[in-house]
């Protein structure tokens, strides 16, 4: 395909950067065995970095390869000596400047990526050649992937080549890599330059390639043509013999099997004694076997190809040690032969498609057909939302049992559900993130098209975190958790029949245009409920307009008032129901409605809802909701719409108002990562170079104040003084009145501990406050001596790093009142500035940013460019681990942060949420 690389490197010379990582440092981290993989065709392959033992793999390779495929590769017919020659390039240890990947299946390498780069440059050659049999699949481009990660890691900014015109297949692989490609034509070959930073185009271009394979790759799963059941018995009652049944009850479409070597037939279903005996092919294979015998019978699948295989039984990553060990095994052998998997310890999977009719589990009972998809880590919390769902007449399109997410997780399922059809909606129950990252993307994506609907156990502050800075210690295990859910648009709620109120108002009923509701019943008392609820749900119930008021005096006369909530008295018959309804529905001036109808001996409750259901089906565009009290046997909807009915106000409301703030978040725009000026890259890796070097850990304050130079984070000018007398000095430079801190970086609470002492006026005050600031904290720190500054706010700003979630950035009420009073928000990284926006906007204090009680003004521009600045730094140097800029002086002419705290740490091994590679077993 691409020319041999002339550029041979024989020594190793490490790029000046913060974030390069030497090559036995990025193998390791990788380690040989690489990572899993998905291809186009919904296939798997492992992407490894290339050592000596492939030999033998790499000469097959290119010896099955046909004269034409060569020729693209080598420009030329390549003789034995020029193949063995690239053979030995490709085995060369890794380097800063040469790496090589495989790409492997069924133990064969089915093809080969690498670059080459000269001393000192930020760009490098690349080569890639795949088999001839496994082209069309996307294994090129999964290979340039990871080699453009890795080249990145090393300060490779470029990847450049050669390919002949007639290679369309290579030129598309190089075109899908990158929106930064660029080509030219000359001498007969195109030049080739990709980029290999990920912008927001390119990324946009994996994650679509991603839902493809993940869609192909769970088909089989999902949708499959036949399935056979291993370790059903006879005997009723066991997980086997049940799952059999319910597949057979529930009408499944396609072939269905049993494999048990003692029975012809189980449940009225034919039997056999392996998959070898199987009179056809197998997409799904339901495992209710002993531990111990799943990995022999997930091989036997294997070399039956099957696709996918649901493990039902426990004694796996749950039971210690050897279940872990087990679970890792079983993940790697299902990998080896393709098979995507669902558990193990899990109840099972189920799909209400009317040409599939999927019920694979064991739970009590299928659910209906709907739009709703639903999966959860817990079986028993996946029985009673499917449970809740029956009850409340809230159909199911999918729902998959994920148990201990040794293979499928939520984020392949994300990723599948963004292009089905049968789904409108998906609830989450999650107790863990395998790759948060990713999930953020995935999510974020999915939820601009259908709500996403989530209970993430693990809200106490049990696990708080802690740390010696502000930032750290108000980043709870559950902030980060916090910051996905709000930056993605998920509809975060507090337990499972919040979840299943919210999502009967969101799956296949219309969002909210705003957030008036208007509130129309038969019992006042309750009416008032429901409006005193709305505000807490984030709804208003505003006054309605004397035209409408005067409309709804004549077709409701008998009504104790006529503006909203609108009481038409216990006696309201139906035709005045449908009459008000009628009226608020066509008015313009309502959102969303809610109907109250109690019953008593002299209403009746079915004529009512009857008599308003043409009027709300005649409306398809406004969102209603119902409640019925005093009946208890209502109907959980009503009409064709199937408008939800509530049993409770409150639950009706507080569903509305999730409804509302998502199709808030649906209105708002998606945001830019906008260009920041003034920012040295190069300096500030050096400086952290140079920190981590040093020990990392708390930097003093000189390194912390170059770093934030770097990325144009305003900091006052401060001079580090170590007497008395250079403290005196510094003040008349800088001019009186001063200030003098504590020195100390490890010191937090300087206020509170005489660390800091303001408005000094003159060299005798600076001499006599030397001595307190510097016993504050250790004294041979010395003091920083800073301007006065002032400002209309203070507020509080930083960034933690999150092994896994990545960096967040805080902005908060600063000053002394910063952990008293807990009012901040948390953006994760990479930020647009509409997060920027949205984060000062959500504080409670934000008034007092946009002149509250005839205050003037602050910069909010200002304040939004602190943050985008601050998330750019946590974004590229993770390596700061916390930063604290408290207080942050805010006014009319703009912001400005007179006291910074930061520390640096080295950054392990992290998920990384570009690549695109599937859950590592555990």
């Not at 499944?252 to 037939?265: C, E, I, M, Q, W």
Request: glycine residues 10%.
């Amino acid at each position: 395909m691409f020319r041999r690389p002339t550029v041979i490197a024989t020594a190793a010379s490490t790029p000046a950067t913060s974030t390069a990582v030497t090559a036995d440092a990025a193998a390791g981290g990788r380690e040989l065995t690489g990572v899993d993989a998905l291809t186009a065709d919904g296939g798997i392959v492992r992407i490894r970095p290339v050592h000596p033992a492939d030999r033998p793999e790499l000469t097959a390779l290119y010896g099955r390869a046909g004269i034409d495929s060569l020729r693209m590769r080598f420009f030329v017919a390549p003789g034995p000596a020029m193949i063995a020659s690239e053979i030995d390039r490709l085995c060369r240890r890794a380097s800063p400047r040469h790496e090589a990947f495989v790409a492997e299946q069924s133990g064969a390498v089915v093809g080969v990526a690498s670059y080459e780069r000269g001393s000192a440059e930020r760009r490098a050659e690349f080569a890639v050649f795949v088999d001839e049999t496994q082209r069309g699949r996307g294994i090129g481009t999964l290979l340039l992937e990871h080699l453009a990660a890795a080249a990145r890691a090393q300060g490779v900014d470029e990847l450049v080549g050669e390919v002949l015109p007639g290679n369309s297949r290579m030129l598309k692989v190089a075109r899908d890599l990158t929106s930064g490609l660029r080509s030219r034509l000359a001498n007969g070959v195109v030049d080739l330059a990709l980029t290999t930073g990920a912008d927001e185009a390119a990324q946009l271009a994996v994650d679509e390639r991603e839902r493809i394979a993940e869609r192909a790759s769970l088909r089989p799963l999902l949708a499959p043509t036949s399935i056979a059941v291993v370790g059903a018995g006879r005997r009723p009652g066991r997980i086997g013999h049940e799952t059999l049944r319910a597949l057979r009850e529930y009408g499944f479409t396609g072939d269905l099997y049993a494999v048990n070597p003692h029975a012809s037939a189980i449940a009225g279903v034919p039997a056999y004694p392996s998959f070898a005996h199987l009179p056809g092919p197998v997409d799904l294979a339901v495992i209710a076997v002993p531990a111990e015998a799943v990995a022999s019978v997930v091989a036997e699948a294997g070399a039956a190809v099957v696709r996918a295989a649901v493990v039902l039984g426990s004694g796996f990553g749950e039971a210690g040690a050897q279940g872990r060990a087990r679970q890792a095994e079983l993940v790697r052998l299902a990998r080896a032969h393709g098979i995507r998997l669902v558990g193990p310890n899990c109840l099972g999977i189920v799909n209400t498609d009317p040409a599939i009719r999927l019920n694979a589990s064991f739970t009590p009972a299928a659910p209906l057909r709907g739009g709703l998809a639903v999966a959860s880590q817990s079986g028993a919390v996946g029985i009673a939302l499917l449970d809740h769902a029956a009850r409340a007449g809230c159909g199911v399109s999918t729902f998959v049992s994920l148990g201990n997410k040794a293979d499928v997780s939520g984020n392949d399922l994300l990723a599948y559900w963004f292009d089905d059809p049968a789904t409108t909606a998906v609830a989450l129950y999650l107790e863990s993130f395998g790759n948060p990252r990713k999930f953020a993307r995935t999510v974020r994506a999915l939820a601009r098209r259908k709500p996403v609907l989530a209970v993430k156990s693990g809200r106490s502050t049990a696990g708080a975190r802690a740390g010696a800075s502000h930032t750290a210690a108000a980043a709870a295990p559950d902030v980060a958790v916090d910051a996905i859910f709000a930056q993605a648009g998920v509809v975060r709620v507090d337990h499972l029949g919040d979840l299943m109120d919210a999502a009967r108002m969101l799956t296949d009923q219309p969002l909210p245009a705003g957030e008036r509701l208007a509130v129309v019943g038969n019992a006042g008392g309750v009416n008032v409920l429901a409006a005193d609820a709305a505000s807490a749900a984030g709804l208003r119930v505003p006054s309605l307009s004397p035209a409408l008021r005067e409309r709804l005096a004549a077709v409701a006369p008998d009504a104790a008032g006529h503006d909203s909530p609108l009481d038409l008295g216990a006696a309201a018959t139906p035709a005045a129901f449908a009459k008000t309804v009628e009226a608020l529905t066509v008015s313009g001036e309502v959102d969303s409605l809610l109907v109250i109808v109690a019953a008593t001996r002299t209403n009746d409750v079915p004529a009512t809802l009857a008599a308003i259901t043409p009027v709300v089906d005649a409306h398809p565009d406004l969102t209603v909701a119902a409640v019925v009290i005093g009946l208890p046997e209502a109907q959980p909807t009503f009409g064709a719409r199937r408008t939800p009915i509530f049993d409770l106000p409150e639950r009706a409301v507080r569903a509305l108002g999730h409804a509302t703030r998502y199709a808030a978040w649906r209105r708002e725009p998606l945001g830019t990562r906008p260009e920041l000026s003034d920012i040295d890259t190069a300096a500030v890796r050096t400086a952290v170079a140079q920190g981590l070097a040093a020990g990392a850990g708390w930097q003093p304050y000189e390194r912390t104040a170059a770093i934030l130079a770097g990325y144009g984070i305003p900091l006052v000018t401060s001079v580090t003084a170590r007497s008395k007398d250079d403290a005196v000095l510094a003040a008349e430079r800088i001019g009186y009145p001063v200030v003098l801190k504590s020195g100390d970086p490890d010191l937090v609470h300087k206020s509170d501990t005489g660390g800091v002492q303001l408005n000094l006026a003159d060299a005798a005050a600076v001499r006599a406050a030397y001595r307190a600031v510097t016993t504050a904290g250790r004294t041979e720190c010395g003091a920083l001596v800073q301007p006065l500054a002032r400002g209309q706010a203070e507020l509080v700003a930083g960034i933690v790093h999150d092994p896994l979630f990545g960096s967040l950035v805080m902005a908060g009420l600063g000053g002394v009142h910063t952990d008293l009073l807990g009012d901040r928000t948390f953006r994760l990284a990479p930020m647009t500035d509409h997060d920027a926006e949205r984060m000062w906007r959500s504080l409670r204090a934000a008034p007092l940013l946009t002149g509250y009680r005839g205050a003037q003004p602050v910069d909010t521009t200002a304040v939004e460019n602190l943050l985008l600045r601050l998330g750019r730094l946590a974004e590229e140097v993770p390596e700061v681990a916390e930063l604290d800029l408290n207080p942050v002086l805010v006014g009319p002419d703009g912001a400005l942060a007179v006291d910074a705290k930061l520390r640096l740490e080295p950054v392990g091994a992290e998920p990384d949420p570009a690549l695109r590679q599937l859950r590592q077993p555990q």
